[in-house]
């Protein structure tokens, strides 16, 4: 029964592994690089600027298209109304987070899959160990006399 218990835990880390490449893949195509902007209609009529930038351009994954407003911040990167964001309950998702957890994902699976196999090692040593017990103990009961 712990042979299965640990041979299960095995494939699922495996399944794991395989599975962050393509959802990693998934969640990279739809990032791009934005650039959060506080939308102040003052500096737009005053120096042309939609807003005040928000920290520095992430790629980020934002599906929501009226998040967007027209222009072009540093680096090329697509401009988002915060404001909007938080009226909306909009939660930008960062592609280095999504790289984060699937990391983990792959370190935890790794030790899982090392923990199993070192858990089958041990399983097959002690039944090992129990053959070659009895094995001897049974050799020894042959070699002595019964009778005497």
């Known amino acids: 029964m712990l042979r299965i218990a640990i041979k299960s835990v095995m494939f ?5 592994l395989v599975v962050t490449i393509p959802v990693y893949q998934s969640y990279a195509s ?4 934005i650039q959060r902007v506080e939308v102040d209609e003052a500096s737009f009529l005053l120096l042309g600027e939609p807003g005040t930038f928000i920290g520095s351009p992430q790629m ?3 599906d929501d298209s009226g998040a967007f407003i027209e222009g072009e911040g540093p680096e090329g990167a697509r401009l988002v109304n915060d404001i909007y964001l938080r009226e909306n309950g ?3 998702l960062q592609l280095k987070t999504v790289g984060f957890v699937m990391g983990l994902a792959r370190w935890v699976s790794g030790g899982a899959i090392a923990l199993a196999l070192g858990g089958l090692w041990f399983l097959r040593r002690r039944e090992v160990w129990r053959a070659r017990f009895s094995l001897s103990e049974l050799s020894t009961q042959v070699r002595t006399p019964s009778g005497t």
């Open 12 to 16: 699922l880390a495996v399944l794991t």
């Open 30 to 33: 739809r990032a791009q690089l």
């Open 60 to 62: 980020m994954i934002i």
């Open 90 to 92: 909009i939660y930008p």
